[in-house]
């Protein structure tokens, strides 16, 4: 059955040789851009528009036409190539078209397979004053490839499209592209084969605009890539509060030190354009791998941006459903005030039959688009449970077998798990919070009432004991996976109130020193950081690392700060809001466990300081906003299982390599 999509929502392609089928009712030209691993398009030789139809695995009309065939070999286009997004464009007046979408008939894009078979299509509603369009993308995900419906629009028509995917001098190569679109109507062949999908919605059959053969055209370069896996911020952003669209992600994603993996086999090999054709083979559904195959990447890298593309799939398909429910009631809504503003159907119950009409297609609406989430929600929990027990230590929930065999790591870590998001339409389908290390903004446990239920249902001293062991299981997760001797973690307990849920730390033997009591515990401590931080910062400007005092702990340090602000003066306070501010520069990070309004009494002064840090809840919340997609995630925190030692189990193994006693 051929999947009908909504703005936002991907479907899996069961086949790479495929055929893109456009009906715009009025002439447009296609084209196709082969992008990067950012979704940018390094050159012009990377994109196939009518005066330059054809790429390695892309083929483009040579004319504007009412009804295009675009072909696509994603076998055969370039392995530097992770997206192809087909665009649209309304040729200008001066060659005899119109200027924006509004004005015509929405554009109908269909998906095949290279025998015919209908598998996605979208009509793209939504469009005024654009003249430009991307009406689809094919992507690169887990070693296969999936489309996406786009739908976004451009008011600054073919050159506001090229720039926005990083091409230099757009208005010049979108003059070029649209001169090389002849002015007369393009030549329409007999009729062929068309979905039934398709015939349902289109009454005139599609035309061919077959592009006359050209020199083949050399690959494009391989673009540099990135370092490492995009930083996750949840999207995109995993781990923030405010992620920018991963994967916006994207509601785009934005990425630090790099972007996607790259999926594609290393031993695949491009098929060549003439090739005749294979027998088709019976379709199946592509397994779910763990991580891909990509070369080059650690094992936890791949993990890392499998995890990423699930939070990112999830994302989308969840706003599809969202959008798709949003456009039923709001047809609902518009059809029934016609029907009351109708006063000729008011007798003999037309009006009766019209809401009933209307409100049958308001839920045949809601039923296929519920069952379009169900069947996305129902691949990503498969992908779930092959994922969830492959992945390592770091990133893996305390009840993964993996801790029985922890060993302290000899590499540097890239991200640790500090729980768990999901959403409303399926709570049972959680994606790992996965954050990147090192830390670029602290952390802080709330052990206030906020707004959750959970919270709510607490008393104020079981609601404190839990963030405390919150925080303190953060922290075992966080030394374990670091090297020996390279993660210094120090406590502040002023009132020794957390004595108890501190046991796991102190007596493994994992502290840099005993818990500081006491306003004078509290004051040395921070004393102490805040020198180092003014060290680490003048040897970084200064250019003289090696000058720093003999005997200076060079690892990475965790203040765990429990009971704020109790035991804090002002100086106290400055100088935690320095730590929080200038620390994490210089490998120095916040763990605070703290309820806001007991620092009411300082007013709006800390006010920056709760803004810089990451708020973590003892109990699920959903206080992790998305502005990318517009979702609220609901944040669970990581649990130990009831009665189990593998905390403490982890933290002597993480005590005896720091002294040497191996493990």
Same mark, same amino acid.
């Given at each position: 059955m051929t999947a009908e999509l909504v703005r936002g929502q991907n479907h899996p392609l069961p086949d790479t040789r495929l055929e893109i089928r456009v009906s715009a009712g009025h002439p447009v030209l296609a084209g196709a851009t082969l992008c990067d691993e950012q979704g940018r398009v390094p050159g012009v030789e990377w994109i196939a528009h009518p005066g330059s139809p054809s790429l390695p695995g892309v083929d483009v009309p040579r004319q504007a036409a009412a009804d295009h065939r675009l072909t696509v070999d994603l076998e055969a286009v370039p392995g530097a190539v992770h997206r192809v997004?087909?665009?649209?464009?309304?040729?200008?007046?001066?060659?005899?078209?119109?200027?924006?979408?509004?004005?015509?008939?929405?554009?109908?894009?269909?998906?095949?397979?290279?025998?015919?078979?209908?598998?996605?299509?979208?009509?793209?509603?939504?469009?005024?004053?654009?003249?430009?369009?991307?009406?689809?993308?094919?992507?690169?995900?887990?070693?296969?490839?999936?489309?996406?419906?786009?739908?976004?629009?451009?008011?600054?028509?073919?050159?506001?499209?090229?720039?926005?995917?990083?091409?230099?001098?757009?208005?010049d190569l979108a003059a070029s592209i649209l001169a090389a679109v002849a002015p007369e109507p393009a030549p329409v062949t007999a009729p062929q084969h068309v979905p039934e999908a398709e015939r349902v919605r289109r009454t005139a059959p599609a035309t061919a605009s077959d592009p006359a053969p050209t020199a083949p055209v050399t690959p494009p370069p391989t673009p540099a890539t990135g370092t490492g896996p995009g930083t996750g911020a949840p999207t995109p952003a995993m781990g923030s509060t405010t992620p920018t669209p991963a994967a916006g992600t994207s509601a785009s994603a934005s990425s630090a030190s790099g972007g996607p993996v790259d999926y594609s086999h290393p031993r695949r090999r491009a098929t060549p354009a003439s090739a005749p054709a294979p027998a088709p083979e019976p379709r199946q559904a592509p397994p779910t791998p763990v991580a891909g195959d990509a070369?080059?990447?650690?094992?936890?890298?791949?993990?890392?941006?499998?995890?990423?593309?699930?939070?990112?799939?999830?994302?989308?398909?969840?706003?599809?459903?969202?959008?798709?429910?949003?456009?039923a009631e709001s047809r609902l809504d518009r059809e029934l005030d016609e029907t009351l503003s109708d006063y000729r159907a008011r007798g003999g119950g037309a009006n009766d039959a019209a809401r009933t009409a209307a409100r049958a297609r308001h839920d045949e609406l809601v039923e296929r688009a519920r069952e379009v989430l169900d069947r996305d929600l129902a691949q990503l929990a498969a992908e779930s449970e092959v994922v969830e027990p492959a992945l390592p230590v770091a990133f893996a929930r305390w009840d993964n077998p993996v801790w029985h065999a922890y060993r302290v790591p000899d590499g540097d870590p890239m991200a640790v798990r500090l729980g768990d998001l999901h959403l409303p339409e399926r709570t049972d389908l959680r994606i790992p919070m996965l954050?990147?290390?090192?830390?670029?903004?602290?952390?802080? #446990?709330?052990?206030?009432?906020?707004? /959750?239920?959970?919270?709510? &249902? %607490? !008393?104020?001293?079981?609601?404190?004991? +839990?963030? *405390?062991?919150?925080?303190?299981?953060?922290?075992?997760?966080?030394?374990?996976a670091h090297p020996a001797g390279q993660f210094t973690v120090h406590v502040v307990d002023p009132a020794g109130a957390g004595a108890a849920a501190l046991a796991p730390l102190v007596e493994t033997g994992v502290l840099a020193a005993p818990p500081a009591r006491g306003a004078a515990g509290v004051s040395a401590v921070l004393e102490q950081l805040t020198e180092r931080v003014d060290l680490l910062q003048m040897a970084l400007r200064a250019g003289a690392s090696d000058a720093l005092p003999p005997g200076l702990d060079t690892a990475r340090q965790l203040l765990l700060v429990h009971d704020f602000p109790h035991g804090f003066d002002d100086r106290a306070v400055t100088r935690l809001r320095y730590l929080a501010d200038e620390g994490p520069s210089v490998g120095v990070h916040l763990l605070m #466990?703290?309820?806001?309004?007991?620092? /009411?009494?300082?007013?709006? &002064? %800390? !006010?920056?300081?709760?803004?810089?840090? +990451?708020? *973590?809840?003892?109990?699920?919340?959903?206080?992790?906003?998305?502005?990318?997609?517009?979702?609220?995630?609901?944040?669970?925190?990581?649990?130990?299982?009831?009665?189990?030692?593998?905390?403490?189990?982890?933290?002597?193994?993480v005590a005896a390599a720091r002294h040497g006693k191996g493990f």
């Open positions: 997004s087909v665009l649209l464009a309304l040729p200008g007046p001066r060659t005899g078209g119109t200027t924006r979408f509004g004005t015509v008939a929405a554009p109908f894009v269909a998906v095949t397979d290279h025998d015919g078979t209908a598998i996605a299509s979208y009509t793209i509603t939504g469009l005024d004053s654009e003249s430009a369009v991307v009406a689809l993308e094919l992507y690169r995900r887990q070693g296969s490839w999936k489309v996406r419906a786009m739908g976004q629009g451009y008011e600054g028509g073919l050159a506001a499209l090229l720039g926005d995917q990083g091409l230099e001098r757009p208005a070369s080059g990447w650690s094992m936890d890298e791949r993990l890392y941006n499998q995890v990423w593309g699930m939070f990112e799939d999830l994302a989308r398909t969840a706003a599809a459903y969202r959008s798709a429910c949003d456009f954050v990147r290390l090192p830390l670029e903004r602290g952390l802080w #446990v709330d052990s206030g009432r906020g707004r /959750s239920e959970a919270a709510g &249902l %607490l !008393d104020e001293v079981e609601l404190r004991r +839990l963030a *405390l062991d919150s925080a303190v299981a953060h922290t075992a997760r966080l030394l374990a #466990v703290a309820d806001r309004e007991d620092a /009411s009494a300082y007013g709006p &002064l %800390l !006010d920056p300081l709760w803004r810089s840090l +990451l708020r *973590l809840t003892p109990v699920p919340d959903d206080h992790l906003a998305d502005p990318w997609v517009g979702h609220a995630w609901s944040y669970e925190p990581p649990i130990l299982p009831p009665g189990s030692g593998v905390l403490r189990q982890v933290l002597a193994r």
